[in-house]
């Protein structure tokens, strides 16, 4: 195992932020920590439980989710700015920001499929 630079993980997500709102906060926290940089976010997942489905049937959101940068500052940069922040979601639900722990097995089988 080993603590990854640029993937940051995010607990107390709302259940009604989806991942292109989860993306863009992050994306809009580190523009504005860092006017000059160009952040640019690989990816950004939320993670769900099939076996809890909300009222319509969807599965419903664990609150928990990753974000990944392209760089480690930019990665910084959100983590300064989120972490334990409370107007990004509600001063009830501050996120707790950080780096993510990667499975070093796993991230070499997923460089392989690439």
Do not use: C, M, W
């Not at 000059?36 to 909300?54: F, G, I, S």
């Not at 707790?96 to 097995?105: L, S, T």
Request: charged share 35%; hydrophobic share 40%.
């Amino acid at each position: 195992f080993f603590i990854s630079k640029t993937r940051l993980q995010v607990r107390n997500v709302p259940p009604d932020t989806d991942q292109k709102a989860l993306k863009r906060i992050f994306l809009d926290a580190v523009t504005r920590r860092a006017t000059q940089a160009n952040p640019r976010v690989l990816h950004a997942k939320l993670l769900y439980d099939a076996t809890r489905p909300d009222a319509e049937g969807k599965p419903r959101s664990r609150g928990i989710g990753f974000v990944e940068f392209e760089e480690h500052e930019h990665a910084l940069a959100a983590l300064r700015s989120l972490n334990n922040h409370p107007e990004v979601f509600t001063s009830a639900r501050r996120p707790i920001v950080e780096f993510a722990v990667e499975d070093a097995r796993a991230v070499k089988k997923l460089e392989r499929r690439r």
